[in-house]
């Protein structure tokens, strides 16, 4: 039987610009596949690109290097985009590739085979 994937609103600042992102994904990916697409280097917790900062909401954090995202950086509610899944909706501050459109950006259909 599989888990039921809870969907989160993440509203990104200072865009106003938002995505759709499972809680089976990380922010990195639910932004991809919605068409956005957060400031990112490694991918995998290595070099700190993608840290984005924390408004309001929860996620859960990964494994990362230390010196991709300190203890002040933690503490001042900051979190790298590649590790962090949703557990509620979020408004982050980040940077995002490109300017966007102020508007809410869904998840594309998933088609699937019979």
């Not at 993440?10 to 596949?33: H, K, M, W």
Request: negative net charge; glycine residues 8%.
């Amino acid at each position: 039987m599989e888990d039921k994937e809870d969907i989160f609103r993440i509203v990104v600042q200072p865009y106003t610009a938002s995505f759709d992102c499972g809680s089976n994904e990380t922010l990195l990916q639910g932004s991809r596949r919605c068409g956005l697409t957060l400031f990112n280097n490694c991918q995998q917790g290595e070099c700190g690109k993608c840290k984005v900062r924390i408004r309001e909401g929860r996620v859960r954090l990964g494994s990362f290097m230390p010196s991709a995202l300190s203890f002040e950086d933690v503490q001042a509610d900051r979190t790298l985009a590649c590790r962090s899944i949703p557990l509620s909706n979020l408004e982050i501050v980040a940077e995002l590739t490109g300017w966007p459109e102020e508007r809410h950006y869904s998840r594309p259909e998933e088609k699937f085979q019979q």
